[in-house]
């Protein structure tokens, strides 16, 4: 999806809704501006902040049009209108997912959310049935998978060029907790270790779960068990800042993956790597427009966005030529384009683009929450392997 | 300007127009972009082809509510309108700056317009007194000097963290033109090497004058006079293709400057480096979020845009934390919401923000078009020494 | 110890024996340079195959005076001249290492053993003993603690700049047995992967102990317990050739250990980490020249080899100026030089160098062999944490 | 020539002298490890000093059997031995090579000599016509092109996988002359800054003939002409410490060379770029195992040394596998190994390797010079264009 075709045959722009994310809110900032930068939305109702005043007049300082004083009064007020809202972003604490989007799928409305999906697998699994039940598309914000080069590795595993998986290695290492900021009021630690509002995972849930599904949709294979070793390491702490697991997947693939967030030197550092029994490849989101890959027994390639040989799917995610980097607002940005795609061809009647249903949806996040729990149980019980499925329901 | 504080405290988006940069002119949906990102614009008027018909029917497509014929059109129309544009965007190829420019600027439309800024200096001159006169706003999207690691090395050497300036390496190289393919019809090409429509310069008008700029903003030194060797290695072509260019600026400074568009693996390769007497630095646009700065006898540090050690110039235009890439359209967005808040400071009748001043204005023009032709006369005269101030007119 | 103080006070070269590493064994050829580089030895006898007769051409067409049949003959031979060597290099398959490095012992020849010690645990005991015994020194050849940088790092987290260790990550990557190499008759794979030649650790005992070593050397912390998953993915092949061990050390910290030999596109990509409570550093060794430091909160900076603020124990491994690069040779040569010091200061009744003791002894290869057993009986019991003193004795 | 294949078929050493290079001289010591290290010589005698008591001590401190009080002394002698040296090193500033070499030249002796080959053109084809007459062999230690992938990108440029070549960007930065060191007492400032001793240039006999020879060695092509900018920046300076150079090659071919040793920041920088019609390919000095190459329209590949796809140039010089580093001293044995390769062949009364005769000879020595005299001609004339052939002689 080139920036040269950046029209839709919609002949209006998408209506959004935003809950969470006010002035502030650092997460809410850059959704408002994935979901402009492709001109797919009209951010048109808000209810920006738990608190009712600020959320009126936070809504109203963005130039929001439909201000309200909290979700429930807005899912309600919209599911009225004729002109309500096409979706809802939800860009709350994790606590809130649950109760938001339950409003909002009740009131017919698609729904964007922030990940992990929920706090508690009950609620996912409730989720999950009630988006099957109405057929309203759900989508993650799984953003590293927004970016091409994610998709263009995937789009070569699943085509074979490494042969069956062997090994993957993904990590997910910052810095930014390495001492407790969280006790000198830091608003973005705050919550997150904050395990009523984060959920049982501390750097488990918050990046963990991106690790999780970035080599999950990358291969496509199933992860059947883990062992872990969760730790937390800043004294006073209430959640883990550290994460070391082992997974076995389909296919006998086996993986390490490590999430950190006491890492010194490491800003927001997500790297996968690959190995199949053909070739293997490697990525890192600090330079996301790059993917080196390497068949046995020849010379490294490195294959740049826009560049040669790239295939479809990255190019779908594609806006300007390679040498001019994108960066994480386009990858956050192909979240939402790729889910306008998919409301604007259900509008419309039509199949959506395929490639935009690379977008996770409410069952990827069914299964962070299960990789949470089985993490957590593992390391409970001595680093036993621990089966996704049996991990706490 | 972090995201967070993404609120202008104008009333409304700034009402922006177009010319030039219809559906698939790669430039023109890279500046919409740049404009909606920071949300400081809406563009509302456009005349979007030299062919009226495609030009009404772009602006249909693209939701753009006021479609004009032609920029002739436009100009009037907006002069009498009570909700007239704030600003113009000219997007055309070279040739049309001077005429779209003039017409806006007649009418009291603040301009931002795209490199170089004409194809003779006559014109240059002209729109540099028209600018002086009317004191309108008038912003160049020399987009490189929108990335926060090209202002941090500006505000770097201009607080004299590297001392006295000695040497200065800039280069500027691609591949795309390494073969003929304007012969084959590719539009972006097509008009880039015809004189008629770039001008004088090809390779020399197209991004050698980028690095030419990128050059001074950093250093803040002004140059006196080039040697250069000019290049067409591409049979049939009509302009250069490869540019070597030695420098010698004020205090003493000297520089090499490479342009070249056949250098076959450089996708979009500008590269600076600067030595002082105290400490040198380097930067690459590839990646852009970095800098590497050695103090004489120190261990060379990496500054990371977002993080530690970034100065107020930088961090203005840093929207999120490091390790979160910012690329090409954040640079470019930069450019605009400078432009944006020196509009909106005039409207509201206060200075704007200092560093809004940084963008390139109509001066920084004259002296591309001067550059541009003292290159060449240089090289036509065996490559001496030529002043840029002698140079044709 | 710069190239310029080449000089030992010594009158003479050591001299050195060589048993195994005939030509067409890659690591013998490594050996003869890495003790011929800083010209503080003379080869003047060996065995170098376990064939006699080739023993004795391989060593006459290397110009090595004294040719043996075998090393039996070589201890009992050289224990009885007045010139007799000064110390043997093992360069054998593993499961010779210990009845050669007994016998020489045994004639009060000091040893330079390649790694793993031994192939049981039983034997490296022995052998430890017999060195605290006899007061003969005993250098294990774990090369990559012979690069400068790797010292640095050693003494950088020893001098507490990283304050207290709590994540350590070290990988040790290599492609070549990808696919079932020696079944197609590859020497060097050939006893690699035949556990009577190998012992019981295939990659693990070839690379594996590498990484443990690389990883217990720079922090100075004991390794308490391992949970792991040994794999051997390629079918046929009859030890493992991937392994993941999750570490935990003295004092807390924790780690993760990758080897791998079956990974496509890494070529001999051993990697260290380690992150404390104020600082993180990288190393690589494909890199060897360079080790990134951040402490938290400040910008990375780049220690360079020979460069700027390293310390006495990297610049006593140092030889030229920084950005001429040194390389596998000197790192392995440092060993040896190390090893020589130790050996001329006994000559000389004088302490060496304090930076000299830092090559491996007799009790880092017993740690060594204890380790690949803990990983072993870790794997076969279901990953369960397993104390190194407790693996099998 | 692998290590395996370490074995020359001489039954001894090749005899080597040493002229220059005491104890203290870096780069004494350097040629001593650089001629050991593939173990084709025997360091038998010396005249290490200019001051002849020290020139003895010296060789009696290096264990070098014929210790010489000065190179008169030692040419007359060696000349009368039957075992005489076969070769000898020259490794004193640039004003002694030439008298010397001729003395060991007449002596019948094959001569191993530092570059710059002389300080004056006249000497320089002096020392030309005495090889050519003699037929005696003459290496030149242009260290760089020892190094395997330089060769690399060699076989590949004359093999045409680049096409005709349009343009070369090479530049050797370093930053150790920043300041007025000499002034200071520093040994290796003092007399590379002294026109008596180092020739009429400093950086540019220093370091920009070195990336002169990488130019014309890897593309094969003659430089026709140059324009120059030469300064001197640190006050006090005799010689310059920054040139600048564009440079016209045969085939049109067009180049831009940088030398300097004022830039912070740059320790051993020396870079080499070449761009044809088909290919491009890239190298540095700094990470000298790694080439990257890119053929127009397809991906960069990186060529490893030892690694995939490497031509016989390469392998020649390659002693261990892709992935244990090779560095500075490897490249400079390489120079020593050919030259070792070429006397061995003679003696033998067989073809040499044609892969040794790679190393650089007499004439490159006076193309080199001729080099030094056009930039600074050049320079003089206001950077007007000098042909090679008419600089000063």
Chains 1, 2, 3, 4 share one sequence.
Not at 230 to 256: E, L
Not at 261 to 274: S, T, V
Request: charge should be negative; glycine fraction near 10%; charged fraction near 20%.
């Amino acid at each position: 999806m080139a920036v040269g075709s950046e029209v839709s045959k919609l002949d209006r722009r998408l209506r959004l809704g935003m809950v969470g994310g006010g002035p502030g809110a650092f997460i809410g900032a850059v959704h408002r501006v994935a979901a402009r930068l492709d001109d797919r939305y009209e951010l048109v109702a808000a209810a920006l902040s738990s608190d009712s005043e600020k959320s009126i007049s936070a809504a109203r300082e963005l130039h929001i049009p439909r201000a309200y004083k909290d979700f429930s009064e807005m899912a309600a007020a919209e599911a009225e209108r004729p002109d309500r809202i096409d979706a809802v972003a939800i860009v709350t604490p994790n606590h809130m997912h649950y109760p938001v989007a339950k409003a909002f799928l009740a009131a017919g409305i698609h729904v964007i959310c922030d990940k992990p999906l929920t706090t508690t697998i009950e609620h996912a699994l409730e989720l999950s049935e009630i988006v099957e039940r109405t057929g309203l598309i759900f989508g993650l914000t799984h953003t590293y998978v927004g970016y091409p080069m994610v998709r263009q590795a995937r789009e070569m595993v699943l085509g074979g060029e490494l042969g069956p998986i062997r090994m993957i290695q993904v990590e997910y290492a910052q810095d930014w907790l390495t001492t407790n900021v969280e006790a000198s009021g830091m608003k973005q630690a705050d919550w997150r270790t904050d395990p009523a509002r984060s959920g049982p995972g501390g750097c488990l849930g918050d990046i963990g779960t991106h690790a999780f599904h970035l080599a999950c949709f990358t291969t496509g294979l199933t992860c059947l068990s883990v062992a872990s070793d969760v730790s937390t390491f800043v004294p006073g702490r209430r959640v883990d800042d550290n994460v070391q697991v082992m997974m076995r997947f389909s296919g006998g693939a086996k993986a390490n993956l490590w999430a950190s967030q006491i890492a010194p030197g490491n800003e927001n550092n997500l790297r996968l790597r690959i190995y199949g029994e053909k070739a293997g490849l490697s990525w890192a989101q600090e330079d996301p427009n790059h993917l080196t890959f390497t068949t046995l027994g020849q010379q490294p390639r490195l294959i740049s966005r826009g560049g040669s040989g790239t295939g479809g799917a990255a190019n779908w995610a594609t806006r300007i030529p390679s040498g001019h980097p994108e960066g994480y607002f386009e990858a956050f940005a192909q979240i939402y384009t790729d889910i306008a795609e998919q409301i604007t061809a259900r509008i419309e009647g039509r199949a959506p683009n395929p490639y935009s249903l690379l977008v996770p949806g409410v069952d990827d996040g069914v299964y962070g929450v299960r990789f949470i729990n089985a993490v957590l149980d593992s390391s409970r019980r001595g680093s036993a392997w621990t089966p996704l499925h049996a991990a706490k329901l």
